[in-house]
């Protein structure tokens, strides 16, 4: 192997003994195969030695002897608008039937094609023999040769494509291959973002898949799809970094769906949990308790920690593939599960959903993650109530957001005594006018709370 290494020049020892790996010459232990020493007793470069190799096995010798020798010089067509391999095998032909002047007519260059004429001959163990389906014999002999160089249409522009290597690489736009879904890059240069493809032909899908299976790798995953919002368990074929094709499949475990889909959660974020406004509200009533009953082990439900460990929504996603199905789910019934017994009935006494206010009205509190829970309530329906009222073992107070009849905002008060006293007198006088049909006492303390207009006797 150590006598490769020096002709191959294409970068580190890593480098070359991957390549020889590739081509079979080696083993993952870097020993030298079978097949590998059939290479060794070629003079020639291990890609060509292994094309030409491949060309005896298939009966197409002649073929491998022109292509390994074209491959050996500079192309015999500089500056063409093609960069087909078939159209410079086409020119060595001419010149060997018809002579130099056949070749420049068509733009060659007659020395260059000499030259691989002349290679061509003393590699030739046989006769040169007509081929009726060139095409597909020389796309299988380039991929013997470089099967890291397969490269894929890009979908979107004809002209680039992606290599079994992961790298980008692309075509002259003008290109007669361009548009092929598949081609083999013999020659390319490493390029700024992607290669520039300087000789190639066009590789059928079959050619990959039924003459070259050992560099297929086939896998059956279940995984999430970003694109489709869902999961997608499927058989992929791939070389390297192309995936050729894929197929449903039929039969996945329950626990891998789940997975996937929780996968599927965490990448979109907290967002893809089905919140409510009394959810929503539930998460900030526990946030709150955490604060206030520190000695108490409340578990946290913040945004955060829930998209974190998602291993409490997991068992309500049987059956489910897509976001949408998530949707569907009672968060608050599943936040609250999360509770024992003891504590739920902690959370329903110290952190209430709604309170009763001196009207008779069932009002919601709205529990924040920042700042006092408030309590938005018509002025009205608080008469007769001397102070603020309070939560959690009454410690603590509301922030009252005190509102007109028209529910718009009057004044925002923890301190109901003293709004009696100092600030409602000023708001009685500004809004009596405004809605005269309103109970506006003197003595809000002593006044009978009301839910709307009060009725006459």
Known sequence: MLRWLDPLREGS??????????????DAKGHITEHGRKLAQLPLHPRLAQMLVQAREMGVESLGCDLAALLAERDPMPGAASSDISERLELLELFRNRGKSAVR????????????????????????????????ALGSLLLAAFPERIAQKRHDARHRYQLASGRGARLSPTDPLCGSAYIIAAQLDSGHKEGCIYLAA???KATILDEHAHLVTETQEVRWDTASSKVLATTRRAIGALLVDEHPLPAVSEEAITNALLEGVTQTGVEALPWT???????????????????????????????????????????MRQLTQVQSLDLYFLLHSRL???QQQRLKQLVPETITVPSGSTIRIDYRLEGPPVLAV??????????????????????????????????????????????????????????????????PIQAKALRGVPRKK
């Open 13 to 26: 020892y890593n480098q070359a003994c991957e390549l020889l790996f590739g081509l079979q010459a080696i």
């Open 105 to 136: 007519q068509k733009g060659g260059d007659p020395a260059v094609v000499r030259r691989i004429d002349q290679a061509a001959r003393v590699w030739r163990r046989s006769p040169a023999q007509p081929l009726e389906n060139q095409e597909a």
């Open 202 to 204: 066009a590789l059928e």
């Open 277 to 319: 406004p009394r959810a929503r509200q539930l998460q900030a009533r526990i946030h709150c308790l955490r604060l206030w009953q520190q000695q108490e082990q409340w578990p946290g439900l913040d945004d955060a920690t829930l998209i974190t460990d998602l291993s409490w929504l997991a068992p309500y996603l049987g059956g």
């Open 340 to 342: 024992d017994w003891p």
């Open 378 to 443: 018509r002025l009205q329906e608080m008469f007769g109530q001397k102070t603020t009222p309070t939560i959690c073992n009454q410690q603590i107070p509301l922030l009252l957001h005190l509102l007109s009849p028209a529910r718009r905002p009057i004044q925002v008060t923890d301190d109901l005594a003293s709004f009696w006293q100092n600030g409602y007198p000023q708001v009685k006088k500004e809004l009596k006018g405004r809605y005269p049909k309103h109970a506006w006492p003197d003595d």
